[in-house]
């Protein structure tokens, strides 16, 4: 079956360590994205990535950086620098990608995220 | 930056009651969307609304794109026991998919 692939699942890290989360699309989507969810905040956007080794900030980048050397995969890593780094992380991605001729519409498929816990 | 007023921000129901919620912007929007998410999972796309004055359908739930363009709503008629969950409406006006919008989300639970 087609999907977004979140893991793990679960992770607890200690202060000071970084941590990489993994995210995995066989819809054969151009453009893949990072969401943090804290309770009551809704989801705000860390990264994006519209093609192929290129990605943007999104509103909340600083502490975390991504890569994107496959269009199937977009892994987050999350730094010492966050400070506040406990939060469900969420992955998503869209058809659409780079180009005038794609039509945009904001539709995202979403993973089964991934809960950061830092003890 | 831009931000979706999403209302209410919880709600209890009773099996059978009618549900409502909407979401305001103070800027216009292109298109209007309806997600859920279901505890411990990620949001699932119920309605995407392209159109002002657009009025879709999805089985008992219903959403509109308000004619403004600055607002939506969203109605589940005869709520069930798996209607439970987070519904967030996300606004989107085109260009870089950066410029997603998300509301705050409401939370829906049963009534004890």
């Known amino acids: 079956d087609g999907g977004i692939t979140q893991s793990p699942k679960y992770l607890f890290r200690k202060e000071g360590q970084n941590v990489t989360l993994s995210c995995e699309q066989n819809?054969?989507?151009?453009?893949m994205y990072w969401y943090r969810q804290d309770p009551g905040q809704g989801l705000r956007l860390i990264y994006y990535?519209?093609?192929?080794?290129?990605?943007q900030k999104g509103d909340i980048a600083e502490g975390y950086s991504v890569s994107r050397e496959k269009k199937e995969s977009f892994p987050l890593t999350v730094t010492s620098a966050q400070k506040n780094p406990t939060a469900f992380y969420l992955c998503?991605?869209?058809?659409?990608?780079?180009?005038?001729?794609?039509?945009?519409?904001?539709?995202?498929?979403f993973g089964e995220g991934s809960r950061l816990t830092v003890l | 930056g831009q931000q979706l007023n999403q209302s209410p921000q919880s709600m209890f129901i009773q099996e059978g009651e009618d549900v409502s919620m909407n979401c305001t912007s103070s800027s216009i929007f292109n298109t209007w969307l309806w997600y859920k998410q279901d505890p411990g999972e990620g949001p699932v796309l119920l309605i995407a609304?392209?159109?002002?004055?657009e009025l879709t359908s999805n089985g008992r739930l219903t959403a509109q794109f308000g004619i403004t363009r600055k607002d939506s709503f969203l109605n589940i008629s005869a709520s069930i026991p798996s209607d439970v969950g987070i519904y967030f409406c996300a606004g989107y006006y085109g260009g870089s998919q950066g410029n997603l919008i998300f509301g705050k989300g409401t939370k829906l639970s049963v009534k004890p």
């Open positions: 609304l392209y159109k002002a004055g």
């Open positions: 998503a991605s869209s058809r659409e990608g780079q180009g005038a001729w794609r039509r945009t519409t904001g539709e995202l498929f």
């Open positions: 819809l054969n989507h151009d453009a």
């Open positions: 990535s519209q093609i192929v080794n290129d990605f």
